[in-house]
């Protein structure tokens, strides 16, 4: 069998629970290909040269180095059994002649390798931890498919690998992660660490919530060159509350969520909330938070960073495949610290002084064990480490240098996440308290229930760990233009009371500006229709026919329609009368015809989604 054959066979000895957590791993790379329908397109795909560049960068060093010394020990077999080559094609001879003396890609040919082979170029012949080590190494690459076992127990690797790593230097097999010089480590205690996390995390659900809501109220327009207009992301940190790095990190946080997506049409590239976002805002503080988190750590982007050479900007497809194994080692070299123990990372921008930035080298040795393809060997190092641990911090990952309980639980999945963050973020509050000075205070994050009906009549002041709203008349105006009755809005507001009534300064104010609501109106309408005979506006307003216009006395020789002026005139005339078209100033317009152009082409439809991983490994298993 070739490689693909053997992969596929290993493959099929799975279970659906296990081919379905292959396909849970690579759901990023595998996306870009179709769905597989057979084993051996699955092994295709897994093997292809984009998916195995992204796998090899999650690996670390042990898996790396036992993948490379199978890669050349695969090589130099295929040489040593490899037929004598025919001679050269002579100068000048065109592409079919190198192809057929087989001189393109020769370095692409492997043979099967036996695993004690492997192990002895990684001086793990013999027993002990360097050999537990290799074999543990082993598993995980036939685990993640990366690696495939032929029927006589020797390894098969994809044919790509030798591009990929066979020139790096790796080094001395390293079975154990090294840890940050003692001078790096500072002591931390977890209780204040568990402290800050738990403010970090409430801090990012209401900054979130609040960045979203200003984008559902106002969508955000997009440059021609691509990326968040600066006085955008401007507008959306102040509602936001936050700084505008860390605004530019919750938009391309939410827009790899699919909370926002990005809107074009002739007049330009907006960026509003999606149908995701009503969804998401019925969902507890803790239940929001996961999907955020989530997707910042597989972001192929440093938000607050930006592109080398470039300056920030928020919502610009992130390329650099770089980001996220990156995080990832950081977030694992700092989970390889005992607990009370962290690393004193100085914030951006870093300083001159090099004994500043030692602990930040310190951490960043310990994180390219984890991945040696992603971390120091990249450019900027430093600068990319300090603005990922930065954004770390921020969103409750890190705190005081050490990994966080939130952060061990992202590291963990998604159900460890989802039950960390309920635990630092309680219920959501149903009630607040309602004082005198035309105040609400929610001592907690509010429900969506009440965030909505305060927010509909009252301005939001504070946040933080008690959010206050004040009272005014504008405010209650606003929730009156909106539909809200005064008296319905009583009694909403009495319900939503922690003590079940309101002080009578707020019904005061709610009962005056009531009275002068709604005293001078103001008719909307889409055109007018006047006449100087009376009688005829009349018999207009009483016409069957014209019922559709919504046709409205406002005063003797004056009717207002619902219609726009092109559908009355239509209208008129089909029933029989010769109107004509009149300008503001009060001349007659001479109609013309209308020039019509194509439209558009409509959108391509969006991609399939793909199917769950389990239902497509029980399919692929059934052949």
Not at 202 to 212: G, H, I, K, Q, V
Not at 258 to 266: N, T
Not at 490 to 507: E, F, M, N, R
């Amino acid at each position: 069998m070739d490689g693909l054959d053997t992969l596929a066979h290993a493959l099929g000895q799975r279970t659906p629970e296990q081919l379905a957590g292959l396909l849970a791993r690579h759901r990023e790379p595998l996306s870009h290909r179709p769905a597989p329908t057979r084993l051996r397109q699955l092994a295709a795909a897994l093997w292809s040269y984009e998916t195995v560049h992204h796998l090899v960068l999650q690996l670390d060093r042990p898996r790396l180095q036992l993948l490379a010394a199978v890669s050349r020990a695969g090589q130099r077999l295929a040489e040593e059994n490899a037929p004598p080559r025919p001679p050269a094609p002579r100068s000048g001879a065109g592409f079919e002649a190198l192809m057929s003396h087989s001189l393109s890609f020769p370095q692409l040919a492997a043979e099967p390798v036996p695993a004690e082979t492997a192990y002895e170029a990684l001086g793990a012949g013999g027993p002990g931890a360097a050999r537990e080590a290799a074999a543990a190494a082993l598993r995980a690459l036939y685990e993640d498919g990366l690696a495939a076992p032929a029927e006589d127990g020797r390894i098969v690797v994809p044919p790509r690998v030798p591009q990929l790593i066979g020139g790096l230097g790796l080094g001395d097999f390293a079975p154990v992660a090294p840890r940050p010089a003692p001078a790096a480590l500072t002591r931390t205690d977890p209780a204040l660490v568990g402290a800050e996390t738990q403010a970090a995390a409430a801090t990012l659900a209401s900054a979130m919530d609040r960045l979203l809501a200003a984008l559902a109220a106002q969508p955000a327009a997009l440059r021609k060159s691509g990326g968040l207009a600066v006085r955008e992301t401007k507008r959306l940190a102040k509602a936001a509350g936050i700084g505008e790095d860390r605004a530019r990190l919750l938009l391309d946080t939410a827009e790899a969520a699919g909370l926002i997506a990005l809107s074009r049409d002739s007049g330009g590239t907006t960026a509003l909330p999606t149908a995701a976002y009503d969804d998401w805002l019925a969902r507890p503080a803790g239940e929001r938070l996961a999907p955020v988190l989530t997707a910042w750590a597989e972001l192929r982007a440093i938000p607050t960073l930006g592109a080398l050479g470039e300056p920030p900007a928020a919502l610009v497809r992130g390329h650099d495949r770089y980001a996220a194994p990156l995080r990832r080692a950081l977030l694992e070299a700092l989970a390889a610290l005992p607990e009370g123990v962290g690393v004193a990372v100085p914030p951006p921008p870093l300083p001159d002084a090099q004994d500043a930035l030692q602990p930040l080298h310190g951490l960043i040795q310990a994180a390219d064990w984890h991945r040696p393809l992603a971390v120091a060997g990249q450019p900027m190092a430093a600068d990319r480490s300090a603005h990922t641990l930065s954004e770390a911090a921020f969103l409750g990952v890190v705190a005081h240098g050490a990994l966080s309980p939130l952060g061990r639980a992202l590291l963990a999945g998604p159900a460890g996440l989802r039950a960390e963050l309920s635990r630092l973020l309680p219920p959501p509050l149903e009630h607040a308290h309602f004082q005198a000075d035309l105040t609400a205070v929610a001592p907690g994050a509010p429900s969506a229930g009440l965030a909505e009906l305060l927010g509909a009549c009252a301005d939001r002041e504070s946040e933080g760990h008690a959010v206050t709203w004040r009272f005014s008349a504008d405010s209650v105006r606003r929730a009156l233009d909106a539909g809200h009755a005064p008296g319905a809005l009583v009694a909403d507001l009495t319900a939503a009371s922690a003590s079940g009534a309101l002080p009578q300064p707020l019904t005061y104010l709610i009962g005056d500006t009531a009275r002068t609501h709604g005293r001078v109106r103001v008719v909307r309408t889409a055109c007018c229709v006047r006449s100087d005979d009376e009688a005829l506006v009349r018999e207009l307003a009483a016409h069957r026919e014209l019922c559709a216009l919504g046709l409205r006395a406002i005063a003797p020789t004056v009717l207002v329609a619902a219609e726009p002026p092109d559908a009355v005139l239509r209208a008129l005339r089909a029933a029989g009368y010769a109107p004509v078209l009149e300008a503001e100033t009060g001349t007659t317009v001479v109609e013309r015809a209308a020039a019509h152009r194509a439209k558009a082409p409509a959108p391509l439809p969006s991609a399939r989604k793909a199917a769950e991983p389990l239902a497509l490994a029980e399919r692929l298993l059934r052949g």
